[in-house]
């Protein structure tokens, strides 16, 4: 019998596509005789166009339209929901209106790539400017916001303010988060082509049920009508959730030219035209007893939003559970200004909150004369303090005793600048790691042919994160068939309904609608072998039959076997079953939510005022591990990502228009091989069957979270300079350095 | 410093070019300002390699002319008529894998995907220049190409299993 795959370190079964270069992603797909679409995006930040002089472009031989406001198709607004999810209150290309530099306000359609490039550089737009508001300084009245998402933004518990000033030690630090943009290595890209009154689009999405829904509203569709296709996804994390206006004007071209187009976004667009991570102001005001025992934490949040949108980092929110505390206050507000609008960025509020708090809390345990992680065991949640309610599953405490151990944690020794090797400072620093568990309906389908083919289908997607090849586990597993012979097919709005591929709740909503659809075709099996007539396993009971290796097989008569395939043949048609699965009661009884501890290592070389990260360990919380193979490589590609938070990534305006100016991967810096030390990850592994029937909480955002605080703690522990401002530079450790003569 | 998109224009009539893919010729009428990245994409149908920047800033679009690592979005197509040029889609013989493909299975060295094809010609590429031994000469070697997904523990094992594999 073939053993389970479920929890085994499985190859990735969509490998081979990547490695070959086979995979087809949005902007691989191919139509016949297509028209190339190139942007072109106000260079004004806030004002109308005053005229549009297309002579010149048009000139350009290939170019065949130029769509503006003057000639797109009508469409309407449409404020953002969960059922129509599109980013931006803005239909595009409607009207002379100018909200931010980078808004779409021109697509040239052309023959081939380079002549609409040609043609987009060749338009002449003159605009009337006024003048913009792109720095939270430049505006005196904050929004106070208070939902995020169900969630309230302002809350509020015991005497918050009082505990803090009658307490023993106290912190009052201000933290600054840049402005981030995503830029997954794909492109944003729409291909679009209507057959008559039927559109079928090829979009770089985390979400072909949002794109669709929001191109059934842009143009008055029914949901037979669209069409949303995106089998491989170049990375998301988060940017290709909503949908943004670059996916309906391809729709509106080719409806305006009667031929397919293709969308790409160029890379600087990446900067302006699917979100960001907005800038963060956070002040952390602290309060303990000598013996570390927190009397009040109070979060205050200052972020910015644009004028056509709304979305908030909730940075505040983890002040209200990540550690035990009677008396809490978080608030959030923010600024509108002259900019495109931000959105969830991988781990959005958790990324920059767990930074802001954990910095905050190893200022305090420096005060306390305490270990930092010393100060964090103290101070554990046993219940949440958001909902008062018991967590599902919570074993933090382990995540930080087999982290210690493993990192040697009891070899740090406490002052900062005290440990050197090799002429360096060596500096370790740690904080926490969370993320909600989260989980929706979800709908998978599983087929099984005459010839033995079995395919599984849902509309969820694989980013990278390894959905492919985990459902195909448990299908194996719950079918007693190879894994690796299982055809999975996903992302594509036809097939059964899947939740957003955001929020880190993927395979926990998927993964059981699999294992339920398997479980259905099975017993739809077992039902036509043991009563159809000619069946060699004809008048058996349930209990006197068992699947092994692909075969229903008698217990006491292993010749009387039957393959799904002849059990199909049996029934004359395919075996096939759709099954679902969603939350319950659960949801309101219990606090959902994963944890895990970040231990880093950095090396500090004064003479240059180099850092540089020479070790990371993750120690994860998630429940049940699927696949520890995809599940390591998610958790490594989170604490890249914080390294990147913590030194590198900063997207950088131009004060006076709000333009982007660092819009080019040469001057937005992402980590790159030489910058990523080895990096360890390890998972407590206890399942966590309240959530759901697997036990696997979802793993795509948590391993960024805290990473930057341990970072910049080590830091502080070599240096001896606390910088409260990402990303931490050069520049800012000299400024902050004693002055040596 | 901010960066806009100034391409260059057409100047001169489509002019035919026999390029040699992946062992195969491939005829072609091109005009002038067409660059390799974008011969490749939409005039050969070999999609494996994979536009990220255009501007020679991630090396996604990583290729090998005459063996040599080369970013085809800062090539133009003409002046590589007469070049050997490799894709992703030649390294594999049928369906056996070349070894870095397979050792970028096994070590999961990629997750998206889409930089992965820069990724396995770049680390060919270096392979064959024969100088990057350590890891950290691996890592240093490979910079070139970014992976934002972060796989990069698992390139380098990937890449080193393969060295030291001969």
Redesign the interface.
């Known amino acids: 019998m073939s053993a389970p795959v479920v929890g085994t370190p499985f190859d990735r079964v969509d490998g081979r596509a990547k490695v070959t270069g086979e995979a087809r992603y949005a902007a691989d797909a191919r139509e016949a005789e297509p028209l190339y679409a190139v942007l072109v995006q106000s260079t004004v930040a806030r004002g109308r166009i005053r005229a549009i002089d297309e002579s010149a472009a048009r000139a350009v031989p290939g170019v065949v339209e130029i769509m503006t406001s003057r000639n797109a198709p009508r469409v309407s607004a449409i404020d953002f929901s969960f059922e129509v999810p599109s980013s931006e209150q803005l239909a595009p290309l409607q009207d002379d209106q100018i909200h931010y530099d980078g808004q779409h306000v021109a697509v040239v359609l052309a023959r081939t790539f380079e002549a609409a490039r040609e043609g987009a550089a060749l338009l002449r737009i003159d605009y009337d400017g006024v003048p913009a508001r792109s720095r939270v300084a430049d505006v005196s009245g904050f929004e106070t916001i208070t939902q995020f998402f169900g969630r309230d933004a302002q809350q509020r518990r015991g005497d918050p303010e009082r505990a803090y000033e009658t307490s023993a030690v106290t912190i009052d630090a201000t933290y600054r988060t840049p402005e981030e943009t995503h830029n997954p290595l794909e492109p944003s890209a729409t291909i679009a082509r209507w057959d008559g009154d039927e559109l079928v689009v090829h979009d770089a999405t985390q979400w072909v049920n949002g794109a669709r829904s929001t191109l059934m509203a842009a143009f008055e569709l029914d949901e037979t009508k669209v069409r949303v296709v995106s089998p491989f996804v170049g990375g998301g994390f988060g940017c290709k959730g909503f949908s943004w206006p670059h996916t309906q004007i391809a729709a509106m071209a080719a409806r305006l030219t009667g031929r397919p187009v293709r969308l790409v976004l160029a890379r600087e667009q990446m900067f302006t035209s699917c979100g960001h991570r907005s800038e963060t102001e956070q002040r952390l005001r602290l309060g303990a007893a000598s013996d570390g025992t927190l009397k009040a934490v109070l979060h205050d949040v200052v972020t910015a939003t644009s004028r056509v949108g709304t979305f908030l980092e909730p940075a505040g929110l983890v002040s209200t559970f990540l550690v035990a505390c009677p008396n809490v206050a978080v608030t959030h507000r923010t600024a509108r200004l002259d900019i495109p609008t931000p959105t969830a960025m991988r781990a959005p509020g958790e990324a920059t909150g767990t930074y802001a708090l954990g910095c905050a809390l190893d200022e305090l345990a420096e005060q306390l004369g305490l270990d930092p992680l010393e100060l964090l065991r103290r101070n554990h949640a046993d219940i949440d303090g958001e909902s008062g309610r018991p967590y599902s599953s919570k074993h933090l405490l382990e995540c930080f005793a087999r982290g210690a151990e493993r990192f040697g944690w009891d070899r740090r020794t406490a002052a900062p600048r005290s440990m050197r090797e090799n002429g360096e400072y060596v500096g370790w620093g740690v904080a926490t790691a969370t993320y909600p568990a989260l989980r929706a309906p979800a709908q998978a389908r599983v087929t099984i042919d005459q010839d033995g083919r079995i395919e599984l289908a849902s509309a969820t997607h694989d980013l990278g994160t390894g959905m492919y090849t985990i459902i195909a586990q448990v299908a194996g597993d719950a079918l007693g068939v190879d894994a690796r012979g299982i055809v999975v097919r996903l992302g594509d709005s036809a097939l059964p309904p899947a939740p957003v591929a955001g929020g880190s709740m993927s395979t926990a909503s998927v993964a059981p609608a699999v294992q339920d659809a398997a479980a259905r075709v099975r017993d739809r099996a077992l039902e036509i072998a043991l009563g159809t007539a000619g069946s060699p396993l004809h008048g058996l009971r349930r209990e006197q039959v068992a699947f092994a290796d692909g075969r229903l097989r008698a217990n006491d008569d292993p010749s009387r076997a039957l393959s799904y395939a002849q059990i199909a043949q049996l029934a004359g048609r395919p075996l096939e079953a759709v099954g679902g699965a969603a939350p319950g009661e659960e949801e309101q009884q219990y606090a959902l939510q994963s944890f895990g501890a970040q231990f880093c290592e950095v090396r500090y070389d004064e003479e240059l005022a180099r850092v540089r990260v020479t070790r990371a360990l993750g120690v994860y919380d998630c429940g049940r591990v699927l696949n520890p193979k995809t599940a390591r490589s998610q958790m490594i590609g989170g604490i890249v990502w914080g390294i990147g938070m913590a030194f590198l990534e900063e997207t950088v305006r131009d004060p006076r228009s709000g333009a982007v100016v660092t819009n080019n991967l040469a001057d937005y810096h992402l980590p790159v091989n030489a910058d990523v030390p080895a990096i360890d990850v390890l998972f407590v592994e206890k399942p966590d069957l309240i959530f759901n029937p697997l036990g696997a909480r979802g793993m795509g955002e948590i391993g960024i979270t805290g990473v930057a605080a341990a970072l910049a703690n080590a830091v502080y522990h070599a240096s001896g300079v606390r910088v409260r401002d990402l990303p931490i530079t050069s520049e800012k450790l000299l400024a902050g350095a004693p002055v040596r003569v | 410093?901010?960066?806009?998109?100034?391409?260059p224009?057409?100047t001169d009539a489509a002019v035919s070019a026999t390029f040699r893919i992946n062992g195969r010729a491939v005829p072609l009428t091109i005009?002038p300002?067409?660059v390799l990245l974008?011969l490749l994409?939409?005039r050969a149908?070999?999609?494996?390699?994979?536009?990220?920047?255009?501007?020679g800033?991630?090396g996604?679009c990583t290729v090998l002319v005459n063996g040599r690592r080369t970013l085809s979005c800062l090539a133009l197509a003409l002046a590589h008529a007469n070049d050997e040029i490799t894709?992703?889609?030649g390294?594999?013989e049928g369906d056996r894998?070349h070894p870095v493909?397979?050792a970028?299975?096994?070590h999961?060295a990629?997750?998206?995907?889409?930089?992965?094809?820069g990724q396995?010609v770049s680390a060919v590429g270096m392979l064959a220049e024969n100088h990057a031994r350590t890891e950290?000469e691996?890592?240093?070697a490979?910079?070139?190409?970014?992976?934002?997904?972060?796989?990069?523990?698992?390139?380098?094992a990937a890449v080193r299993a393969v060295r030291e594999a001969g």
């Open positions: 410093m901010r960066t806009t998109t100034r391409p224009a057409a005009e300002n067409v974008d994409r939409e149908g070999l999609t494996g390699t994979k536009k990220g920047c255009d501007r800033q991630c996604a894709t992703v889609e390294l594999a894998l493909q397979a970028f299975i096994e999961d990629f997750q998206c995907g889409f930089c992965t094809p396995i950290d691996i890592r240093e490979l910079s070139g190409n970014i992976c934002r997904c972060g796989a990069y523990p698992n390139i380098v």
